[in-house]
């Protein structure tokens, strides 16, 4: 692992003791400057999931990816930092109340004095991560995130405003789990037509204020809550936005 180009490819200038604040820095920066994007699949560019291409990807060719990939790389940032890091298995909840096979998403738990999960490859999501054996609400701006026991899981929640419900994000175990055991999965969001990721390209990245995000042919900008969408008139206009807003090139 060169960890200094990693970092430079995220930006990164802070201290790299590994403790809940350098996490913390690490997570931000991480979701600031490497986008949540699924091109590779629309351009039929096999994920393969192993530290060595995954840091070929995200961080010579200055790409993004999805949960596998972000999730994969940064795990082996932190570990090389010093970090106790374990890869787990989330199931992503569905508009209809039910959840998504195992394998569906990959989290990550940090252990430090305390346990935190986190998590770059969510797309808009926490920030920050959040502490894993905290009940209470864990407020991050004006939202509001919570991890409550379920049966044999633990299941996160999110919440925009007091006013609103809260709405499940994806359930979890702490089982500890290693690149072969979602490479079923990863297939699947890959090929089956099934798989959200293959029925249109998306590619998305926070920013301070909020998050930009080109969807097929639309931009979506967010700042300070509010929302503004705008229809692209051409494919050369969506490429150019990909490698100046996004710093991608296919």
């Known amino acids: 692992m060169d960890i200094q180009s990693y970092l430079d490819r995220i930006g990164y200038r802070g201290p790299l003791t590994p403790t809940a604040e350098t996490l913390r820095a690490l997570q931000v920066a991480h979701l600031e400057t490497v986008p949540f994007e699924n091109l590779s699949i629309h351009a ?33 940032l932190l570990r090389a930092l010093g970090f106790q ?25 940090v252990n430090l004095e305390e346990r935190w999960l986190a998590d770059v490859g969510f797309g808009d999501s926490f920030r920050d991560p959040l502490r894993l054996d905290e009940r209470g609400e864990q407020p991050e701006g004006t939202r509001t995130f919570r991890i409550d026991e379920d049966g044999g899981h633990l299941l996160l929640l999110r919440r925009d405003s007091s006013e609103e419900p809260w709405q499940p994000q994806y359930r979890f175990t702490l089982q500890s789990y290693e690149f072969p055991d979602y490479a079923g999965m990863c297939h699947f969001h890959q090929t089956s037509p099934e798989s959200h990721f293959t029925r249109q390209t998306l590619c998305s990245l926070a920013t301070p204020e909020g998050r930009v995000t080109l969807s097929g042919m639309k931009l979506i900008t967010t700042r300070g809550g509010e929302r503004q969408e705008r229809v692209l008139a051409s494919e050369e206009e969506r490429s150019t936005l990909l490698r100046k807003m996004f710093g991608v090139v296919v």
Do not use: W
Request: overall charge negative.
């Open 85 to 109: 890091v374990t890869m787990l298995s989330a199931a992503v909840a569905r508009g209809d109340g039910t959840f998504g096979p195992d394998f569906d998403h990959m989290a990550l738990q």
């Open 44 to 76: 039929h560019q096999p994920i393969v999931l192993d530290d060595e291409s995954l840091f070929d990807k995200v961080v010579a060719r200055r790409r993004g990816g999805f949960c596998y990939e972000l999730n994969g790389i940064f795990a082996a």
